[in-house]
Each structure stands twice: as C-alpha cells, then as structure tokens.
Nanobody, 128 residues
Framework: QVQLVESGGDSVQAGGSLRLSCIVP????????WGWFRRAPGKEREGVAH???????AYGDSVKGRFNISRDNVKSILFLQMNSLKPEDTATYYC??????????????????????WGQGTQVTVSS
C-alpha cells in the first residue's frame, strides 16, 4: 500500500507552535482530498482538518481558529500549522489521502473510508 510520510512532531510547552509536514505520493493522490487526523492515548481517532485541491478546507471543532491546513500541489506536500497548542492536543498525528475523493466533504473527517491511505504518524506532546 502506498504510504505517506509525516514529520515535524515534537515536544512543546502550552501556547507554543509546531508545523507538521507530510509527503503525499503524487500517484495516486494528486488532485485528491488530503487531511490530518490524530489519536490520543485511550481515545478514538479524531479528524483534525481536511483540504481539497482548490484549498477549500474544514476543521474539527477542537482546533478551529488555532490550526491551519495547507498544501503544496507542485511538491505534493501537506502541512498543518498548529498554534496556541494545549495539553489536550497531545496525540499522534497522521496524515491521510483518499484516492477516491476529488473534493473533501465533512464525512471524510468522521469516516475516512477504505480508499484512504495513511502515514506512520508523528508524535506531538504539549506540556503545561
């Protein structure tokens, strides 16, 4: 299965910022829906944000106003700028791309589906 590769995870103090990156293979994910998810210990996976080719994006309620998702369609890289980090943002963050979706819809954050491929995850730890 085609794999995405995340980087940028680190340990930071509350109020700090981090920028995550994800290399997304152009084949077969060029022009497709891309997104970020996270899983905290003992919790279910949570949709963080998604972005379509034209830059249209959406965010989970817990990160709205603090996180910003973007993509470089030429270099095929997905980004997540995380500001005003809180201890509850501590989680493993995964990037994802759906080869069957040209445009992201809200359902992608709650039910990514079988045509979605994932990265290996990058750890973000926020201390108080």
């Amino acid at each position: 299965q085609v794999q995405l590769v995340e980087s940028g995870g680190d340990s930071v103090q509350a109020g700090g910022s981090l920028r995550l990156s994800c290399i997304v293979p152009a084949d077969p994910f060029k022009n497709r829906c891309w997104g970020w998810f996270r899983r905290a210990p003992g919790k279910e996976r949570e949709g963080v944000a998604h972005i379509s080719l034209d830059g249209t994006s959406a965010y989970g309620d817990s990160v709205k106003g603090r996180f910003n998702i973007s993509r470089d369609n030429v270099k095929s890289i997905l980004f997540l700028q995380m500001n005003s980090l809180k201890p509850e943002d501590t989680a493993t963050y995964y990037c994802a791309a759906d080869r069957a979706r040209y445009y992201c819809t809200t359902v992608f954050l709650t039910s990514p589906g079988a045509t979605t491929s994932w990265g290996q995850g990058t750890q973000v730890t926020v201390s108080s």
